[in-house]
């Protein structure tokens, strides 16, 4: 009960609030009302800090030692990779850790040692951090930050802000916290051999046929493309560029194709996009969805609020489908339905509330089927009408659990566990030897310590915590052959950006595989 105090006081309100319970007038009869509530109902909609104190409690036993929040505060990404991993983290988050051992009660709370230091040393150390990580101090310290603060974002926002921009605190503070809710993706591919990559510069760089041109789209943080050959650019500042195929407008510029990046006017602070075959979705920070293309047999030139559905915050899409959540955990659809994966057995033709989720981590779509991960790990799965196995609605696939993150591709689907296992989730016959189970089929890839996977049409890349590198999936002209390839010579460190897209030492490769399953390296190199 005494680490459940430390729990902030209004974690704790809305904790209760969610669950329509009365809050006591006492602050010590609430965390008392709270803690029994927890302990006492299933499926309570948790806040993020419940969920992490919840984490911590079963995973005492994986730290040895304490950790120091002034070192952790100030540790690289890369340095910080082994704690996160311990802590089940896909991505470095300081603020959960620094939280999460402090429920744990492995946590040495130095912060004082920042107001020991000389006003040039504290300056010094600020200015050559990420604004995240400054945001972060100034959050859980005081008298830190104060006036200094514009500055020393711009110090670390520089390379992304336009010279030609005033930019007041508010505004920086924005940019960062934004910049952070972008999931980065440093790749994208549009009909199999024409690449889009973010170069280590910030800008987007185009390789096909042995070739690579720079665009002059830079402060680029993710990259939307599909296989409609288009591809929308999300700049670190929300702004968006298109590229490609325009014919319907959903691209929302005039003309009907576009050669090279084009900022697209009339929308700011974009946070994601989700791309059907004739139209677009983006979701912007405010959790308001814009559309641009053919929206209920309409063409729409240009990006549209769409009123029917706010607040939300994870857009998912496939060619005829999408999906919206919103921050009560409502799901939303759209679209012809044809495999029943929006958890329902009929078409959507205006945007329609599906069913409530507790606590959603992830939403994936294939061509044929829909999935839901739990903060729990939990996977839910809807759809597959033609195919041999139809979910019409979201149904809870109970032989794997305690998930980390999904990637779906067209044939299959990947599942990595908290266990750094590497599960393929059939749902096709693509004629590997699976265990039966009464939902969709399962393989487990024979890797072990899977730190990162790059799921593309026909294999994955993978990448241990040895960084050995390994690809794995089916090859040749009628892709009948499974091939788990280890990849040797490989540079140190290497990082997965796409399927067969890695950064080894500053430098970017695309990986050749040919059909016998073989490799070249440095087909193109950035």
């Known amino acids: 009960m005494e680490s459940f105090r430390r729990i902030p006081l209004d974690d704790i309100n809305i904790f209760l609030k969610k669950g329509n319970k009365k809050i006591p007038v006492h602050i010590d009869s609430r965390y008392l009302e709270a803690y029994n509530y927890l302990i006492n109902t299933p499926n309570v909609v948790l806040t993020e800090q419940i969920f992490d104190w919840i984490f911590a409690m079963n995973n005492k036993d ?38 999460i051992l402090n429920y744990m009660d492995k946590l040495n709370n130095n912060l004082n040692l920042f107001d020991t230091l000389p006003e040039d040393a504290i300056l010094t150390i600020l200015s050559n951090l990420d604004c995240k990580t400054v945001l972060l101090i100034c959050k859980l310290t005081k008298n830190i930050c104060g006036q200094r603060l514009q500055d020393i974002l711009k110090t670390s926002l520089v390379k992304y802000l336009n010279p030609s921009k005033d930019y007041n605190e508010e505004h920086l503070i924005n940019l960062c916290k934004s910049s952070n809710n972008v999931e980065k993706n440093k790749v994208g591919r549009v009909d199999l051999v024409k690449y889009f990559i973010i170069g280590e510069d910030g800008y987007v760089y185009i390789a096909e046929k042995n070739n690579y041109i720079m665009t002059d789209t830079n402060s680029v943080v993710k990259i939307f493309a599909n296989d409609q050959d288009n591809a929308f650019f999300l700049r670190y500042d929300g702004d968006v560029y298109v590229y490609g195929n325009n014919e319907d407008k959903q691209l929302g510029m005039d003309d009907k194709i576009i050669k090279s990046p084009v900022l697209l006017s009339g929308i700011q602070n974009v946070k994601s996009v989700a791309q059907m075959k004739y139209s677009t979705f983006l979701l912007t920070d405010d959790g308001n969805i814009h559309i641009m293309g053919n929206f209920d047999d309409n063409i729409v030139p240009r990006p549209s609020l769409i009123t029917d559905i706010k607040d939300v915050i994870q857009i998912v899409s496939n060619e005829n489908n999408v999906l919206f959540i919103d921050k009560n955990g409502n799901m939303y659809g759209y679209g012809k339905n044809i495999n029943g994966e929006l958890g329902k057995d009929i078409s959507f033709n205006k945007i329609k509330r599906i069913k409530k989720f507790a606590n959603i981590k992830q939403i994936q779509m294939s061509d044929k089927y829909s999935f839901i991960l739990t903060n729990k790990g939990n996977l839910y799965v809807a759809g597959g009408k033609l195919s041999s196995i139809y979910l019409s609605t979201f149904t809870k696939f109970n032989v794997l659990k305690n998930i980390k993150n999904i990637s779906v591709g067209p044939y299959f689907t990947l599942a990595l566990t908290n266990n750094d296992e590497l599960f393929v989730i059939q749902t096709d016959d693509i004629g590997i030897d699976v265990t039966i189970t009464d939902i969709l089929d399962i393989y487990k890839i024979p890797i072990e310590k899977v730190l990162d996977y790059s799921l593309d049409y026909s294999g994955v890349f993978i990448l241990n915590y040895n960084e050995d590198l390994y690809v794995w999936g089916f090859f040749g002209i009628l892709h009948t052959k499974f091939i788990l390839t280890k990849m040797l010579g490989s540079s140190k460190n290497p990082q997965l950006l796409g399927f067969n897209v890695i950064r080894e030492n500053g430098k970017i490769y695309i990986i050749d595989i040919n059909e016998s399953g073989n490799y070249s390296t440095k087909k193109y190199l950035i």
């Open 62 to 99: 994986k730290i040895d030692g304490t950790y120091s929040s002034f070192d952790i505060l100030l540790s690289t990404d890369d340095e910080l990779k082994n704690l996160a991993y311990k802590l089940s983290m896909t991505d470095i988050n300081k603020e959960r850790i620094i939280r």
